[in-house]
C-alpha cells in the first residue's frame, strides 16, 4: 500500500523561509516522477513544481521560480520545496503527488497523492 506524507507546513511572515517534505513508501521511489501542488481557498489547484524520478530534471511554475526550489533524496524516499522570500499569495494546501510519468505528474494526473499540509504567510 503507497503512503504519501507531507511535513513542515506552518505560518510564518512574509519574507520568511520553508523547507517542505514529502515522504513515500510502498514503491520504487526512484522510478516515479514526483510534484507539488497548492490549492487556494475558492482557487483551482495549481502546479508548484515537477520533478523526474531518476536524472532530476524539473518544471517549476512561473509564479515561484526563482524562490521555490524542489529536489528529491532517493536514499531517503523523499522529495523537498524549498520556498523562500513567501508572499501572502503563497498561502495554500500544498500537496503531494508521484506517477510514474513526469509528464503525467506536471500535468495533475498523478497516480498518487498526500492529504496536503498547509502553509500560512502573514503580511
Known amino acids: 500500500q503507497v503512503q504519501v506524507a507531507e511535513s513542515g507546513g506552518g505560518l510564518i511572515q512574509a519574507g520568511g523561509s520553508l523547507r517542505l517534505s514529502c515522504t513515500i513508501s510502498?514503491?520504487?521511489?526512484?522510478?516515479?516522477?514526483m510534484g507539488w501542488f497548492r490549492q487556494a481557498p475558492g482557487k483551482p489547484r495549481e502546479k508548484v513544481a515537477c520533478?523526474?524520478?531518476?536524472?532530476?530534471?524539473?518544471n517549476t511554475a512561473n509564479s515561484v521560480k526563482g524562490r521555490f526550489t524542489i529536489s528529491r533524496d532517493n536514499a531517503k524516499n523523499t522529495m523537498y520545496l524549498q520556498m523562500n522570500s513567501l508572499k501572502p499569495d503563497d498561502t495554500a494546501t500544498y500537496y503531494c503527488?508521484?506517477?510514474?510519468?513526469?509528464?503525467?505528474?506536471?500535468?495533475?494526473?498523478?497516480?498518487?497523492w498526500g492529504q496536503g499540509t498547509q502553509v500560512t504567510v502573514s503580511s
Open positions: 520533478i523526474s524520478g531518476i536524472n532530476g530534471s524539473t
Open positions: 503527488a508521484a506517477d510514474k510519468r513526469f509528464g503525467s505528474v506536471c500535468t495533475g494526473n498523478a497516480e498518487h
Open positions: 510502498g514503491l520504487t521511489f526512484d522510478a516515479y516522477a
